[in-house]
C-alpha cells in the first residue's frame, strides 16, 4: 500500500459518519407556550437539559473535523494510527458526556406523565448514540493498533464492517431522536 493518503476503503468521511445525523436535536425554547404554568416550567427545564447537547457535540465535531484533516494528510503507518488515536480519544469524550447526559435527563423531576414519557424515550435515544460511537470507536481501535504495513489492507476492511453497522444504528436512531424532540416540542407548544 502506497502511503500519501488514507487507506483505500476507510475514507475519514466514512468513519466521521456524516456529522450532521449525530447532532442531537434541539427542543426549541422560545417561549413554552403549555397552559399550565408548571408544564411550562417542565418543559423549560427539560429543554435546556436536553439542548446542553450542542455544545459538547460541537466540540466532537471539531474533533472530528480535525481527525479528518490528520487522516487525510497521512503519510505513513505512524501518521495513521496517530489518526485513529485522535479519532478514539474523540469518541471516547463524547460517549462520556452522552452517558452523563442520560443520568441528568434522568434526573430531571417531572410530574407530567406524557413529558415524564419523553424524556425517557429521549434517554433511551442519547444511549443508544453512545453505543454506537462505543462501536465505532471500538472499530477504529483495530486500525489503530495496526503493527505493520501488510497489516493495514486488513485491519481497515474489519473496522469497516463495524464502521458500518454504527453508521447505521445512528441513522435509526437519528429518526427516534427526531420523532421525540418534535413530540417534545409539540407537547410544551414551542414554536420553533
Known sequence: MAFGQWPQGLPPGIVTFSLSALFLGMVHTSAAQ????????????LAETINQNLVFMAAFETEIAAFSRNAAQAETLADITAAANQYIAAVDGVVSNLNGLVVELGEVPLTDADLANYRDAYAIVVAGFADALGIAGDAMAIVAATASEADLPSNVEASQVHTYSAVEQIQGLTNQEAAVVSAVNAHCGYNP
Not at 404554568?37 to 418543559?43: F, G, H, Q, R
Request: net charge negative.
Open 34 to 45: 403549555a397552559q399550565a404554568p408548571t408544564l411550562a416550567a417542565e418543559c423549560d427545564t
